[in-house]
């Protein structure tokens, strides 16, 4: 038995991408200084989803910048390329109908700006992962923010290149104050008001 | 009541990603001249494989060339970071256990063994849309061997700028001797031989 198709009247679309997941695309945007633990709460929240059967996609500095970005650097012009690059593939993949968390420093707010510019109305959500300088500086867990000391790392956020503080972001987490499994359900509960998240979820424990 | 995770030891990642679909990833990268059928082909094929239950993307020109890829050019370099960002963006989408279609001229052999060289073994499967110049040249839906040929378009791949043919792509489809729908039903072929498809597909005939 064959089908008979009429395809252009109905290419695949974000609609139908989202509908086949049972769930509203979106794009999750952590934003915060290095080591403020945007990546661990952002892979954390990433597992919760999935397990809870949504389909999901995480783009970190991990899986852009020794591939689709490999070619830039630190510079001003360069970190803002990176952002506007990240900004387009996480437009693309919430049109193939994914909650698509993205976890970068993504310092400038004319850059974040414009990420959510870019999207559909309401398919951008801001997440300020706020740790103060001193708890990342403490942190260090890639030793970085002591190479930025020593000069051996320039225009390092936080150091020598400006950070610039969300003025209304959707979600705002101290990071210094809440556990992961804290940050975690502040924001499944914000994705549960703004009708992301189906009825029902259930708060969770995290352990590390 | 909530659960106890631990979620550092077991990230979501690609396997993951595609068991939650049901699906192997994969990337189906259409290459051949302009007008040859490649983002009809790929379109169709990608309605079919979303009806019978498959996750699926589709990347070509229409939402890469305004966004990803807007600062580009059709030289020769551009054309090359072109095909190499779309193939960084391929992987992504393959990662995140999609079934990622791609329709690009991408008129370079080395760019296009670049994509299959980033993808993991046996994740790119090359289709030749083949059809020959002069049959494009007389569809032309969009002007464009019309401009290329008054010299209005420079560097317009089979007029003044080399389409490389490819030397062992998976699937060849002769393009000027098949339907849209045989096409398809090529293509379905493949995958269901190679495995990527579940078993009891059947053949389509599709309707323009």
């Not at 190479?147 to 225009?155: F, S, V, W």
Request: aromatic content about 8%; proline content about 5%.
């Amino acid at each position: 038995m064959s089908s008979n198709i009429v395809w252009h009247s109905h290419p695949v679309d974000q609609q139908s991408r989202a509908e086949q997941k049972s769930q509203r695309p979106l794009v999750i945007w952590f934003t915060g200084l290095s080591a403020s633990g945007k990546s661990t709460i952002a892979g954390a929240l990433e597992q919760i989803l999935t397990q809870q059967g949504y389909h999901t996609y995480l783009l970190d500095g991990d899986n852009v910048r020794h591939g689709l970005c490999q070619d830039l650097s630190f510079s001003d012009a360069d970190r803002q390329e990176n952002i506007r690059r990240v900004g387009e593939v996480s437009k693309l993949m919430a049109d193939a109908g994914l909650i698509t968390l993205a976890a970068f420093i993504s310092p400038f707010r004319a850059d974040r700006r414009i990420v959510r510019d870019i999207l559909p109305e309401g398919q951008f959500v801001e997440v300020f992962v706020d740790a103060p300088l001193d708890v990342c500086r403490e942190r260090d867990p890639k030793g970085l923010y002591a190479k930025a000391d020593r000069g051996e790392i320039k225009q390092f956020t936080g150091i020598d290149s400006p950070y610039e503080i969300p003025e209304n972001p959707e979600v705002h987490i101290h990071a210094e104050q809440v556990s992961v499994a804290e940050a975690v359900n502040q924001l499944l509960a914000y994705l549960h008001e703004s009708g992301v998240l189906h009825a029902g979820y259930e708060p969770v424990a995290i352990e590390a």
